[in-house]
């Protein structure tokens, strides 16, 4: 189906024209897998007590997974994929609320490493 065809549809007898759904109006969005790696690390969080909230976004560009300590605040970290940079800088990337990028790159599970953070233990 091209640009320029319509589709028919059936309402209480009458034929009804509209335009057929383009693909540029697709939205980015997270796949099952990135969402699982995502909800994980999320999970880890909140059972620390760190975390408390999210919200997702899928805009025309980018998709972006908010992660906020109360919901009335700014989001502390932002987990966003753009697949425009995909090919240059990679398409995921960690955002701190001030802004920063703080990781970049191909793979999701590497860039959300940034966000475990180093363990401490005791040494003998």
Do not use: C, H
Request: hydrophobic share 35%.
């Amino acid at each position: 189906m091209s640009d320029g065809e319509t589709v028919q549809q059936k309402r209480g007898g009458t034929v009804v024209p509209f335009p057929a759904a383009r693909q540029q109006d697709a939205r980015v969005s997270f796949d099952r897998d990135e969402l699982r790696e995502i909800l994980n690390v999320y999970g880890r969080k909140v059972a620390a007590g760190e975390w408390r909230d999210y919200a997702i976004d899928f805009r025309k560009d980018k998709a972006v997974f908010a992660v906020y300590r109360r919901t009335s605040e700014m989001p502390l970290y932002r987990i966003e994929k753009d697949p425009k940079l995909a090919r240059r800088q990679g398409a995921y990337s960690v955002v701190a609320s001030s802004g920063l990028v703080m990781k970049r790159g191909q793979e999701l599970g590497r860039v959300l490493k940034v966000l475990e953070g180093k363990e401490l233990r005791l040494v003998d």
